[in-house]
């Protein structure tokens, strides 16, 4: 058994320490996860803080219009596809009358949007953390301006200021124009009033196949149209992306890879998409009711101020050092403004580094090779660390053990059997250095795997950790089993 890297980190005193007067120690512009978590860590880490958000809402995109209400979505939807698809197989009858209540459906997305927002608020004033809803904009490096959504004006003087304004998608394309009713953005997917008869996704990535996902479990024929070879986005290995589309198709998703979008038309009520292949080629034509546009996000600066009292960008983003500190000593940035993947769990972890450096002097640290992607469909789709085409690039010799769920008792038992675990080790260490992993609950098997990489684990350690039976989470040790000894127990 081998562990490389074992860090004990120093509880930090919370001792408060509040800056007199009006001037802040900490100003956050941004409430996202990122920005709310960096906001709170601070106050309870003793900085007057204070956080500025022009949704008004807290939360950012992940709340508002990201990851929960897609969850709350994707959650609904499974269910009702479930029983649709294998209550009978089951031993359940009486679903031939089941019926989906869409509006329903959207109510409870936007309870639970409204309680975590709400929630969020909550959480600034236990800490004391003044929040004020509007327009922040850098007018120095320790003042910001915020014009207030009620109106009127307000001038905030901070030690210190994070920049944490995260992204927004991108709208503007050539050959189409986001109207959110329908042409949509994720946003406008999100909020539609009704199940759209034909769906057509531009972009094959994680926000598209998730949300595709939702629209073609209630009824909808979706066909995703991809520029690329390969489904699931960016750092996805290309087994789990080939794999993920075959299971996708077998649930009914068309898919168009390799091929770009010229044109979207609105023809009478409907819409007319012209396609080519991306290597150029003969047009195609594809209707639709409804066509959502998922090609990416881009980093939010607009009206910021930053380059303006000399902030530094690299490309579109804003330069940081390891500290996350910018060209001016005293503004700091995080999230998707910066470098690194456009993740929640990367900012909030980011927000709370930078207090944490900010009240204490401890030194940030995040490596963003073990930062974990999870893709929401039905099977999930995770994975943390390198990818075997990675590896290979890097000239990294490696060894890989695979174990499929088909083989996990609790799958069988569960009729949810798709998908499979992939452990790579380093050849002559064996240290972890990539899991990936198709399964229904697969975004929360990889928190294991993480603790295992952040760690310096090897595949032996995964293998000899004492997992409880039956869980699914078995097929991960399953897998590490046969990276670590060339073979497993049970299959």
């Known amino acids: 058994m081998a562990v490389f890297v074992r860090r004990f980190v120093p509880r930090a005193n919370f001792v ?18 990122g920005g709310y978590t960096g906001a709170i860590k601070a106050a309870q880490l003793g900085l007057k803080t204070v956080c500025i958000d022009k949704r008004g809402p807290a939360g950012g995109t992940c709340l508002n219009v990201g990851c929960i209400p897609s969850k709350a979505l994707l959650q609904a939807s499974a269910l009702y596809h479930e029983a649709k698809a294998t209550f009978e197989s089951r031993g359940i009858t009486g679903t031939e009358n089941l019926k989906c209540d869409f ?16 929630g969020i608020e909550g959480l600034f004033k236990r800490d004391k953390v003044k929040y004020l809803k509007g327009w922040g904009k850098l007018t120095g490096p320790n003042s910001v301006t915020v014009a207030l959504n009620d109106g009127g004006e307000e001038t905030i003087t901070a030690k210190n200021i ?40 531009i972009g094959g990535g994680v926000i598209g196949l998730e949300l595709g996902s939702v629209y073609e479990r209630l009824g909808s024929k979706v066909t995703v149209v991809e520029f690329l070879p390969t489904i699931g986005g960016i750092g996805i290995d290309s087994e789990l992306s080939k794999e993920m589309q075959k299971i996708l198709t077998k649930q009914g998703i068309s898919f ?27 047009a195609e034509s ?9 090609v990416g996000r881009r980093e939010f600066r607009d009206g910021l101020g930053a380059e303006e009292v000399g902030v530094e960008l690299e490309g579109r983003k804003v330069k940081v050092d390891d500290t996350f500190k910018t060209s001016v000593p005293s503004i700091y940035a995080i999230g998707d403004i910066i470098h690194g993947p456009m993740l929640a769990h990367k900012a909030e972890d980011e927000g709370a580094m930078v207090a944490e450096y900010l009240a204490t002097g401890k030194k940030p640290h995040l490596d963003y090779n073990n930062v974990p992607s999870v893709l929401y469909t039905h099977p999930e789709v995770a994975w943390v660390g390198k990818s075997e085409e990675q590896l290979k690039a890097e000239g990294v010799e490696y ?32 240290k972890l250095l990539g899991v990936h992993i198709i399964n229904a609950i697969a975004g929360d098997i990889i928190s294991g795997a993480c603790i295992g990489i952040e760690y310096g684990a090897a595949s032996e350690d995964l293998a000899r950790v004492c997992m409880a039976h039956p869980t699914v989470s078995e097929v991960l040790k399953g897998a590490a089993q ?9 299959g």
Do not use: H, W
């Not at 009006?22 to 512009?29: A, G, K, R």
């Not at 997305?109 to 927002?117: G, I, P, Q, S, Y």
């Not at 050539?174 to 909020?191: H, K, M, N």
């Open 16 to 33: 408060r320490f509040f800056s007199a007067g009006s001037e802040y120690d900490l100003c956050v512009i941004g409430a996202g996860p």
């Open 103 to 118: 509006d329903k459906m959207m109510a409870n997305k936007n309870t639970a949007v409204k309680k975590l927002t709400g």
């Open 162 to 201: 994070m920049l944490a304004t995260g992204s927004e998608v991108i709208e503007k394309l050539p050959f189409v124009e986001v109207d959110e009713e329908q042409i949509v953005s994720s946003t406008g997917a999100l909020d539609l009033k009704k199940v759209p008869e034909k769906l057509i996704v």
């Open 256 to 282: 168009k890879m390799s091929t770009k979008v010229t044109a979207v038309e609105k023809t009478g009520g409907a819409l007319k998409v012209t396609t080519e292949p991306a290597a150029g080629g003969g």
């Open 286 to 294: 594809l209707d639709a009711d409804v066509v959502l546009v998922c």
């Open 399 to 430: 060894r890989k053990g695979k174990f499929s769920f088909a083989a996990n008792g609790r799958s069988i038992a569960n009729m949810d059997t798709d998908g499979f675990v992939k452990v790579l080790s380093d050849k002559k260490t064996d």
């Open 482 to 490: 046969k990276t670590a000894f060339g073979k497993a127990v049970s």
